[in-house]
């Protein structure tokens, strides 16, 4: 939070402070959708239940408590990051599919991709005295212009309450909307506070940052990403999530990891789909080559074939 005289100076200039919109579970999709359009954020308050927080802190806890720290400008050096959170946090999994988050991703990201996939599992945990992050977009890793569209999209769980002094995440409402380069002033950047148990949605065109732990406790985050299926994800989810994990896991978190093929014929295996290799094989039909063709394809494909074997009759 801006110090007073400084909140006072911005009504003064006529300048209104940026804030993060809060909407809860049973919120309509097209409202979440319409916030994300307009502001590129939003917080849903009471996304997860206490049991599946509870779990989530005790799994975290296990492998976090040996984690060095980071030693990077970027990173920080009083922040634990630990990825692979299919793997080892077990109720990840659960926030991974969770009905209102994908209707999220299928609106943003299904218009430019035939499947989305997971770009990035990483619980981060921001030390006392660590200073804020540098602001940033984070779909600049993917080196391609793609105005008005996503490439990717985040959502940072609160594992712990998210407060204006522990490090919660900086966010500048609009700026996925705004001129490359554009530098964001003081009172467009706002803090996504929340209490734990939360999850911040925010686009991967979005300007934002850690926030400065100016208090005596460490805050814990946890983010789970997607990506437009054609995209190399951040994260290898084929490494990260060891095969006997991967085989246990409904369909749909399977195809998250990147079990699917992309259309038109992007992530075979031997021609076939490689959600095959999760079940022993048995679902691989024959040696023989596979198309993955969108739909639409077919009947154009179909024409030329039969016109060009008339022309050898």
């Not at 945990?125 to 984070?138: F, K, V, W």
């Not at 399977?254 to 992530?267: I, S």
């Not at 789909?273 to 691989?284: M, V, Y």
Request: proline share 6%; charged share 20%; aromatic share 8%.
């Amino acid at each position: 939070m801006k110090p007073f005289p400084e909140i006072i100076s911005y009504i003064e200039r006529g300048l209104r402070m940026a804030e993060v919109q809060s909407v809860f579970p049973d919120t309509a999709p097209e409202k979440i959708n319409g916030i994300l359009e307009r502001d590129g954020c939003v917080v849903i308050k009471g996304a997860m239940s206490q049991q599946d927080l509870d779990n989530i802190r005790q799994e975290l806890e296990f492998h976090m408590k040996d984690i060095p720290n980071c030693r990077g400008d970027f990173y920080g050096y009083v922040t634990k990051r630990m990825s692979g959170l299919i793997e080892k946090v077990p109720t990840s999994r659960k926030l991974a599919v969770i009905p209102s988050i994908l209707n999220v991703m299928d609106y943003f990201l299904l218009p430019n991709c035939s499947d989305y996939q997971l770009n990035l599992t990483q619980a981060i945990r921001i030390g006392p005295g660590e200073p804020q992050q540098l602001i940033h977009a984070d779909d600049l890793m993917f080196r391609y212009e793609h105005p008005g569209s996503e490439a990717m999209i985040n959502c940072m769980w609160a594992i712990d309450d998210f407060t204006n002094t522990n490090g919660a995440t900086l966010l500048v409402p609009g700026s996925h909307k705004w001129e490359k380069n554009r530098v964001p002033e003081d009172h467009e950047i706002t803090s996504g506070v929340m209490p734990a148990g939360s999850v911040l949605i925010y686009l991967g065109s979005l300007l934002h940052a850690g926030g400065c732990n100016a208090s005596g406790q460490s805050r814990t985050g946890m983010v789970i990403s997607y990506n437009l299926g054609w995209l190399r994800q951040a994260e290898n989810q084929y490494l990260a999530t060891s095969k006997d994990t991967a085989k246990s896991l409904p369909e749909r978190l399977q195809r998250l990891l990147g079990y699917f093929v992309h259309e038109p014929n992007l992530g075979c295996v031997d021609g076939q789909n490689p959600i095959f290799l999760l079940s022993n094989g048995s679902e691989k039909e024959n040696s023989l080559f596979q198309e993955y063709i969108p739909e639409e394809f077919h009947p154009v494909l179909k024409e030329h074939r039969e016109e060009q074997i008339k022309k050898v009759a």
